[in-house]
């Protein structure tokens, strides 16, 4: 949040939102969602190597509320009059966050993600994110982690995953 302020990563105000700290409420939230209910509940299904084949598995139902979530945040997005949240013409952390959470879910297993026509918004983000200057030169070096997680086992476990989707 502190690096949101300092770079001007909040937005502006708008016609609709015209009070800052509830334009900042708005965005935290975002925020927190994107990153706790995707991003870290997406290393737990890693960390805990969910087979996805057993939908009894208590981790199994994790993936469900991750889809469940993307689908919120797509629904929030098409909402918006812009490419992004809360009518804002540049991304904010929000949309920062939820780029990231968006594809860390889609590259780690489909199930994560909810059907096609539910996250059409949070793949015209993903793309017009990837246009962005400073994320365009990221993808286009192949700067991208090679690895989700630093566990000794996640190759093999994303290795078996790759097995059972062919």
């Known amino acids: 949040q502190l690096l949101a302020r300092k770079f001007n990563l909040y937005g502006k105000l708008t016609s609709s939102i015209v009070d800052q700290d509830l334009l900042h409420g708005y965005i935290d939230g975002v925020v927190s969602c ?38 919120l945040l797509n629904n929030l997005l098409k909402k918006s009059s812009t490419s992004f949240y809360y009518d804002q013409l540049e991304p904010t952390i929000a949309d920062y966050f939820v780029f990231e959470a968006f594809t ?19 793949m015209k983000l993903e793309q017009i994110m990837k246009e962005r200057p400073g994320l365009a030169n990221y993808f286009n070096k192949h700067l991208l982690f090679k690895r989700f997680t630093g566990s000794l086992t996640e190759s093999e476990y994303l290795a078996k995953l790759v097995d059972r989707h062919k």
């Open 34 to 71: 994107a990153y706790t209910d995707v991003i870290l509940n997406s290393f737990l299904c890693i960390g805990s190597m969910v087979d996805f084949s057993d939908e009894n598995n208590l981790m199994y139902r994790l993936t469900k509320n991750i889809s469940n979530v993307l689908k």
């Open 104 to 122: 860390i879910a889609r590259d780690y297993h489909h199930k994560l993600i909810p059907n096609e026509e539910d996250c059409q918004e949070l």
